[in-house]
């Protein structure tokens, strides 16, 4: 939906579809993209660590988050790219403008692939990162790869932690659609402080509507993944397309329908 939507504003002749892959065939797929037409493309669950062997080279991003997440052809080859520290950056840019100020604490919650990508992305603007994960041992392996910037904490540090916090960040799956809402109490955390949660399906989780009912800025999910595709279509079809209200809420009406509780 968001590449066609851009397909048909900029007036290119192309298509963006979907292909499903097993593991058994990944190989067979990448290697035979350029034969099949494709000009590139996105790579996901549970492809995103798979496609490393398969790729000419990849970009700083891929290399440091651990994922490929994006494919386009430089000459014959075939590069692989991660475009969601991108994604999750220029969400909160549009969201929450002023956002970072510079640098700042920001608090991550979780130690998965969308966390990697919100280390990186907030280590890009200066930030200093505290992570809290249920399993310890993940999150200490994130810090060790990200480097000192980045400390680990108990959920038991939380009270210490929200005052000092600039940004706080939910990367985990609490509180989508069918899951677990994630139950922090917020009253701690620094009265400026922003809240974003990558989930986006409920656009508004739990977490941010205790947010906002508390006076924070609040950024949902939605944008990174709008705004994660932006590099892509622009490797692609080489134009670079935006991310406007009427984008969005092309998607977020698809969602209502999908999800009517959202
Ligand atoms: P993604 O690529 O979307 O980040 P992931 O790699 O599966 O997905 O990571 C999911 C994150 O949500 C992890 O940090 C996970 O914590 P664990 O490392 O302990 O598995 C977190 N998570 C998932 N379910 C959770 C739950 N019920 N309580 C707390 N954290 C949870």
Same mark, same amino acid.
């Given at each position: ?93 549009? !969201? ?5 100020? @510079?640098? &700042?604490?920001? #608090?991550?919650?979780?130690?998965? %692939?969308? *966390? /990697? ?96 009912? !508390? ?5 949902? @999910?939605? &944008?990174?993944? #709008?705004?994660?595709?932006?590099? %892509?279509? *622009? /490797? ?27």
């Amino acid at each position: 939906m968001v590449h066609g939507h851009w397909l048909h504003e900029l007036g290119l002749d192309g298509a963006y579809e979907l292909a499903e892959v097993t593991p058994d065939g990944l190989d067979r797929f990448i290697l035979g993209m350029r034969k099949a037409g494709y000009v590139g493309g996105n790579v996901t669950v549970p492809h995103k660590q798979s496609v490393f062997r398969l790729v000419a080279r990849c970009d700083a991003a891929a290399e440091s988050i651990g994922a490929v997440n994006t494919l386009w052809f430089e000459g014959d080859a075939l590069v692989g790219g991660n475009t969601d520290a991108v994604g999750f950056i220029g969400n909160l840019d549009d !969201r929450a403008p002023g956002w970072d100020n @510079g640098a &700042g604490q920001a #608090l991550v919650l979780g130690a998965g %692939g969308a *966390a /990697r990508a919100a280390v990186y992305g907030l280590l890009g603007r200066n930030m200093d990162v505290a992570v809290v994960n249920r399993t310890r041992e993940t999150a200490d392996t994130l810090a060790r790869h990200f480097g000192p910037r980045v400390r680990v904490h108990s959920w038991d540090e939380l009270l210490e932690l929200l005052p000092r916090t600039d940004l706080l960040v939910n990367t985990t799956s609490l509180g989508m659609l069918g899951k677990a809402p994630l139950i922090i109490d917020l009253a701690p955390l620094k009265a400026s402080a922003v809240v974003h949660d990558v989930v986006y399906v409920p656009l508004e989780t739990p977490l941010l509507a205790a947010a906002r009912r !508390r006076g924070h800025r609040t950024v949902d @999910g939605l &944008g990174m993944l #709008l705004q994660q595709a932006v590099p %892509g279509f *622009a /490797r692609w079809f080489g134009a670079t397309p935006k991310v406007t209200d009427a984008l969005r809420a092309r998607v977020e009406a698809d969602i209502r329908a999908t999800s009517p509780v959202a």
